[in-house]
């Protein structure tokens, strides 16, 4: 099993950066690909980015592709989402999540979610 914990989040202004962490228990995190989503309030969660286990792959949202940057220290356990150019339309709570087998966008596949991470962008 895998724990995974979010921080970084916080209060931005558009324009700026932040870059969120997800950290994760297990001696197994390489194995796992992950993936970044957000969710805001009352619509539904949507992948950002997403990596594979190895990092050679990676997926962006037609949203965030060129302004944001995941990447993955397999030593560290942890996985980032480096975050430029940051709009308002930002503004979400933002999760990371692994899969041991699903390397795909539908959230529903993933096994190991964090507990989220808030990001406001203020305009």
């Known amino acids: 099993q895998v724990q995974l914990v979010e921080s970084g989040g916080g209060l931005v202004q558009a324009g700026g950066s932040l870059r969120i962490s997800c950290a994760a228990s297990?001696?197994?995190?390489?194995?796992?690909?992950m993936g970044w989503f957000r969710q805001a309030p009352g619509k539904e969660r949507d992948v950002v980015a997403r990596?594979?286990?190895?990092?050679?792959?990676?997926y962006y949202a037609a949203s965030v592709k060129g302004r944001f940057t995941i990447s993955r220290d397999n030593a560290k356990n942890t996985v980032y989402l480096q975050m430029n150019s940051l709009k308002p339309e930002d503004t979400a709570v933002y999760y990371c999540?692994?899969?041991?087998?699903?390397?795909?966008?539908?959230?529903?596949?993933?096994?190991?979610w964090g507990q989220g991470t808030q990001v406001t962008v203020s305009s």
């Open positions: 999540a692994a899969d041991a087998n699903y390397s795909g966008t539908d959230y529903r596949q993933y096994d190991y």
């Open positions: 990596i594979s286990w190895r990092g050679g792959y990676t």
């Open positions: 297990g001696r197994t995190f390489s194995r796992y690909n």
